[in-house]
């Protein structure tokens, strides 16, 4: 009997060694895996704090607020699709973007009553940095269009530079026009210190 409690006592010892083990080496995997980057993604602008990267327009007063519908644009590498869609677009919103571009400057305006640090800028020329919300499509939710995209922050550069103009934020995905401004305005109070 004695012999035998032994036996059994050594075997659940085993046991429990082999499942302490495996519990383990599944956290370490998970731990692991959980914390790698897929290997094939591209980096978006705003996957390092938004607020370090909009300390650039610190300084900068004067913002153009455009909506395009340009369909799905290639943001890997330089933009310069993107930046030459924003140099040619009108800055007056035709009347289908209404919708989008209203709901961003509602939550525009705002910030700027409230903040004093920004001012609106009629034309591109004006502009010391361009928002710029890429309108992809409208769903309906409760049967009320609701228009997604991707927001982008463009700053002009030292005109003397090659390229005058550069994205320096993009949204971390496609979002209604309302969420994306207010990601953005979030980050920008960051950035000047505003909250």
């Not at 800028?121 to 710029?132: K, M, T, Y």
């Not at 499509?137 to 030292?158: A, D, H, M, S």
């Amino acid at each position: 009997m004695i012999l035998s409690v032994m036996k059994g006592s050594g075997h659940c010892r085993r046991i429990g060694l082999h499942l302490g083990a495996a519990l383990l080496m599944s956290s370490v995997f998970s731990f692991a895996l959980g914390n790698s980057k897929p290997q094939n993604t591209q980096p978006n602008h705003s996957a390092t704090p938004g607020s370090a990267v909009l300390t650039q327009l610190n300084g900068k007063r004067s913002v153009l607020l455009l909506v395009l519908r340009a369909g799905v644009l290639d943001t890997q590498g330089d933009n310069q699709a993107l930046l030459d869609l924003a140099l040619k677009a009108d800055p007056r919103p035709p009347a289908r973007h209404h919708l989008a571009y209203d709901a961003m400057a509602r939550k525009l305006n705002g910030y700027i009553k409230k903040y004093r640090s920004v001012t609106a800028a009629e034309e591109l020329s004006d502009a010391d940095f361009i928002i710029v919300f890429n309108l992809l499509e409208y769903r309906r939710i409760l049967n009320v269009p609701y228009p997604y995209g991707e927001l982008f922050v463009i700053v002009k550069q030292n005109p003397d530079a090659k390229i005058p103009l550069a994205v320096i934020w993009k949204s971390r995905k496609i979002q209604w026009a309302g969420d994306a401004i207010n990601d953005l305005i979030r980050d920008l109070k960051t950035a000047r210190g505003e909250l």
